[in-house]
């Protein structure tokens, strides 16, 4: 089986909400956790993976399209599979809108006067997912996105209009959310930082990320804690004596397991709310354009 890139430098989240550098949002981390579990890893490979066609890559635009939606990626919440050797700076991942309810329904039509989107003129990669009767589309940084679905027009015909559904009363606090990063987006072309603050238990992530990788390769505990605390501290903190920082990579290694092993879908949606089917489709109303897996 092909080993996923390891290590969590490519994941730094321990960061001030002032640093502009940029922090992943919750979409690319679950794609961290994912990636690393040894079932979608295996089924990837060995796996009948529908045959995904590039109809139109013209940077910053790529237009993708298969016959029909996969059963495969839908068990592991993903629209389209995706290849797990690539990080969640370079990976296309679409999550599913009842596993990611961040990820809003559109519709789409033709731009009638300036409140008008078109999306090669924002700094940032797009990707459009066409599949029978909807398109998929992801705009990206790297380490962030912000993702929506149509079922009503076409964002290849632009400039257009975006018009996205009302969010329902148990997915209404990351839609929202959506919305003002994409509004945000329009507005001044780049990915908002100030609306993509690292996720409130990131740190957590990180140290759990930094422990799993080095317990895959086989390192003692103490060499995870050295990886986790630094050599000087483990040195000094170590011995028998020193419960707390064993009991530190014990539970950052045990809730390395958890998010590989399911618990990355608690990190898209941690209220464990489920979208009706109502929700993850654009309302008939005209609200306000906007500028601009299997379980353990």
Partial sequence: MARAERGSSNLELARSPTDPSPTPDRAAWAWEW?????????????????????????????????????????????????????AAGSAQVFWRPDVNPGVLGARVEPSSDGESVNLIELACTVTVLQLPGEEHVRLSDGLRSIQFFVRDGTVLNGPVQVRFGMPGHGVLTPRLDTMRRFAALLRTKRFPHS??????????????????????????????????????????HWPAESEWMRSRVRRAMQMGEMLVNGGYRKILNPSGTRPRATEDKPSNRKPPTTNGQPRA
Avoid: C, K, M
């Fill in 34 to 86: 994912l990636r690393r579990n040894p079932h979608y890893r295996s089924a990837v490979r060995w796996a009948a993976l529908p045959d995904i066609q590039i109809l139109r890559r013209t940077p910053p635009l790529t237009v993708l399209t298969f016959a029909e939606p996969s059963s495969f990626a839908r068990a592991w919440g993903l629209i389209a599979p995706e290849v797990p050797d690539r």
């Fill in 195 to 236: 609306l993509f603050a690292p996720p409130p238990h990131a740190v957590w992530w990180a140290q759990a990320l930094t422990a799993f990788d080095a317990a895959q390769i086989g390192l003692p505990r103490r060499e995870i804690a050295a990886r986790l605390f630094g050599a000087e501290a483990a040195a000094q």
